[in-house]
């Protein structure tokens, strides 16, 4: 698959036209809703009969305020396929067109004096228009994560150069998904990283490599994050990349620094470029984080204490053993802590741990076994809906830990980490994050790691509220817990 089909097969799930089409239809959608609340329903203000007026002299301008709309839109740049433009900037862009149609629309009935018009009708439109435009934009960003998860409208991505800043990409690309874009693998000339496999990402060898790997593995696009100082051989990539018709993109060199460091601004045509600090999890933030998990925790305890209480009572009828399973754990900067679940395995499970890692030939820094003779009756529904994991509220009770995080490790996998494995070890741990939203037990140790630096690095209350939402389907569809 070279880049034109996998052009072609983007273009198959979203051509160009269907958003605009879709949202002038949206705008005469509105003026008719408006239209009905205004002169049916009378919302806010009773309309009199010499002011009644039928929808049609409404059409008119119903299509100058689409027109108006779509022009903003295009010299805008909403209509561009952006990947990972977040949605509230859509919904910024959408309010500008929103507001300068309502504003020439309002000098038209100004200049043309039209027998019949009503000005809150167009305030009603305006707000509708927004909404149904937002809307739209949801179910587009659902209806073409569908598609990707289908492997439709998928990029495959090759980067060139696995240092700091190609595995900042490899990150982002990993833990956004949604994006479209699936890592194939990444070429470097030091084959202790270039030979070596992250996860489900393979390192393909030398940068020399190149042309081979685009054929051999299909690629759309390629990524190179090389210094300048290379600056021929990055020439030569995107020369035999044009070749084959591939894409490429080029992280420019101050993005060594940290992808998170660096803020670009343009004056006049002229690109700024910002260098800013990591944000770290302190002070307020770190306030705010914890009175968020406070809130959720101390609302919802009516709901989880009776949780609590049933399952308690059945983990003791089953066996009359203990209800609660405490385990040492590694939390923030390697502080270890006692961890609470609830006891889903036979009273001495421990003892058989390394013998079954091996038998079964688990990763030992994250070692998943599928159908763990260990597992008890109680302990295997516990598990499947993440309900063993309850307890883990009174050590977000107690501050050590947070409702979203990376999960916290055993000691003893903590021992088998390489050095950039520790810093998912660099904020509190969590009852549940990104790579649980991510596949859970499907996603290697690897990937597992890069995903939670990338939430270290973007952290933000609303990309914990967002981890939370996306939480909640995966415990019912009980997706990737063994």
Same mark, same amino acid.
């Given at each position: 698959?070279?880049?034109?089909?996998?052009?072609?097969?983007?273009?198959?799930?979203?051509?160009?036209?269907?958003?605009?089409?879709?949202?002038?239809?949206?705008?005469?959608?509105?003026?008719?809703?408006?239209?009905?609340?205004?002169?049916?329903?009378?919302?806010?203000?009773? &309309?009199?009969?010499?002011?009644?007026?039928?929808?049609?002299?409404?059409?008119?301008?119903?299509?100058?305020?689409?027109? &108006?709309?779509?022009?903003?839109?295009?010299?805008?740049?909403?209509?561009?396929?952006?990947?990972?433009?977040?949605?509230?900037?859509?919904?910024?862009?959408?309010?500008?067109?929103?507001?300068?149609? %309502?504003? #020439?629309?309002?000098?038209?009935?100004?200049?043309?004096?039209?027998?019949? %018009?009503?000005?809150?009708?167009?305030?009603?439109?305006?707000?509708?228009?927004?909404?149904?435009?937002?809307?739209?934009?949801?179910?587009?960003?659902?209806?073409?994560?569908?598609?990707?998860?289908?492997?439709?409208?998928?990029?495959?991505?090759?980067?060139? !150069?696995?240092?700091?800043?190609?595995?900042?990409?490899?990150?982002?690309?990993?833990?956004?998904?949604?994006? !479209?874009?699936?890592?194939?693998?990444?070429?470097?000339?030091?084959?202790?990283? !270039?030979?070596?496999?992250?996860?489900?990402?393979?390192?393909?060898?030398?940068?020399?490599?190149?042309?081979? &790997?685009?054929?051999?593995?299909?690629?759309?696009?390629?990524?190179?994050?090389?210094?300048?100082?290379?600056?021929?051989? #990055?020439?030569?990539?995107?020369? %035999?990349?044009?070749?084959?018709?591939?894409?490429?993109?080029?992280?420019?060199?101050?993005?060594?620094?940290?992808?998170?460091?660096?803020?670009?601004?343009?004056?006049?045509? #002229?690109?700024?470029?910002?260098?800013?600090?990591?944000?770290?999890?302190?002070?307020?933030?770190?306030?705010?984080?914890?009175?968020?998990?406070?809130?959720?925790?101390?609302?919802?305890?009516?709901?989880?204490?009776?949780?609590?209480?049933?399952?308690?009572?059945?983990?003791?009828?089953?066996?009359?053993?203990?209800?609660?399973?405490?385990?040492?754990?590694?939390?923030?900067?390697?502080?270890?802590?006692?961890?609470?679940?609830?006891?889903?395995?036979?009273?001495?499970?421990?003892?058989?741990?390394?013998?079954?890692?091996?038998?079964?030939?688990?990763?030992?820094?994250?070692?998943?076994?599928?159908?763990?003779?260990?597992?008890?009756?109680?302990?295997?529904?516990?598990?499947?809906?993440?309900?063993?994991?309850?307890?883990?509220?009174?050590?977000?009770?107690?501050?050590?830990?947070?409702?979203?995080?990376?999960?916290?490790?055993?000691?003893?996998?903590?021992?088998?980490?390489?050095?950039?494995?520790?810093?998912?070890?660099?904020? #509190?741990?969590?009852?549940?994050?990104?790579?649980?939203?991510?596949?859970?037990?499907?996603?290697?140790?690897?990937?597992?790691?890069?995903?939670?630096?990338?939430?270290?690095?973007?952290?933000?209350?609303?990309?914990?509220?967002?981890?939370?939402?996306?939480?909640?389907?995966?415990?019912?569809?009980?997706?990737?817990?063994?």
């Amino acid at each position: 698959m070279n880049g034109n089909t996998a052009l072609s097969e983007r273009q198959q799930i979203e051509s160009r036209w269907l958003m605009p089409v879709v949202d002038v239809l949206l705008v005469f959608v509105a003026f008719g809703i408006a239209y009905y609340l205004r002169y049916q329903w009378q919302v806010f203000r009773p &309309v009199f009969d010499p002011s009644r007026s039928d929808f049609f002299p409404y059409l008119p301008y119903a299509a100058l305020y689409a027109l &108006v709309m779509w022009v903003n839109y295009r010299s805008n740049g909403l209509y561009k396929q952006v990947r990972g433009r977040a949605w509230l900037e859509e919904v910024v862009l959408i309010g500008n067109g929103v507001t300068t149609a %309502t504003v #020439i629309l309002l000098a038209v009935y100004f200049a043309l004096q039209p027998l019949v %018009t009503s000005r809150l009708m167009l305030a009603y439109v305006a707000g509708i228009s927004l909404v149904l435009l937002a809307v739209a934009r949801i179910i587009r960003r659902m209806v073409l994560a569908h598609f990707r998860n289908k492997g439709i409208g998928v990029h495959r991505v090759l980067i060139v !150069g696995m240092g700091d800043v190609g595995q900042s990409v490899l990150r982002t690309l990993v833990s956004r998904r949604e994006l !479209g874009y699936t890592v194939v693998g990444y070429l470097d000339d030091n084959p202790e990283r !270039g030979e070596v496999d992250l996860g489900r990402v393979s390192g393909l060898g030398k940068i020399e490599n190149l042309e081979n &790997v685009i054929l051999a593995q299909g690629i759309d696009l390629v990524i190179v994050t090389l210094r300048w100082e290379y600056y021929d051989t #990055i020439i030569e990539i995107a020369r %035999t990349a044009r070749q084959e018709q591939i894409d490429v993109r080029v992280v420019p060199d101050i993005f060594q620094l940290n992808l998170r460091q660096v803020q670009v601004e343009n004056l006049d045509g #002229i690109p700024l470029l910002g260098i800013g600090s990591v944000p770290e999890l302190r002070g307020a933030s770190r306030l705010l984080k914890r009175v968020l998990d406070m809130a959720i925790v101390l609302l919802a305890a009516p709901l989880w204490l009776l949780f609590l209480a049933v399952i308690s009572i059945a983990i003791k009828l089953e066996d009359g053993g203990s209800i609660l399973y405490k385990t040492k754990r590694v939390g923030e900067h390697g502080r270890e802590f006692f961890m609470y679940k609830f006891r889903s395995m036979i009273p001495d499970a421990d003892k058989y741990r390394q013998q079954l890692i091996a038998q079964h030939e688990q990763d030992p820094r994250h070692p998943k076994i599928v159908d763990d003779p260990r597992i008890t009756k109680v302990g295997k529904f516990i598990r499947r809906t993440s309900l063993d994991e309850l307890p883990n509220l009174l050590n977000v009770l107690r501050g050590e830990m947070s409702l979203v995080g990376p999960r916290p490790p055993l000691p003893d996998e903590v021992a088998l980490y390489e050095q950039w494995h520790r810093q998912r070890l660099q904020t #509190i741990p969590g009852i549940t994050g990104l790579w649980q939203v991510s596949g859970r037990s499907e996603v290697p140790f690897d990937e597992m790691v890069l995903m939670d630096i990338y939430y270290i690095e973007n952290w933000s209350v609303l990309f914990d509220v967002q981890i939370l939402f996306m939480t909640i389907p995966k415990v019912l569809l009980r997706r990737g817990a063994y």
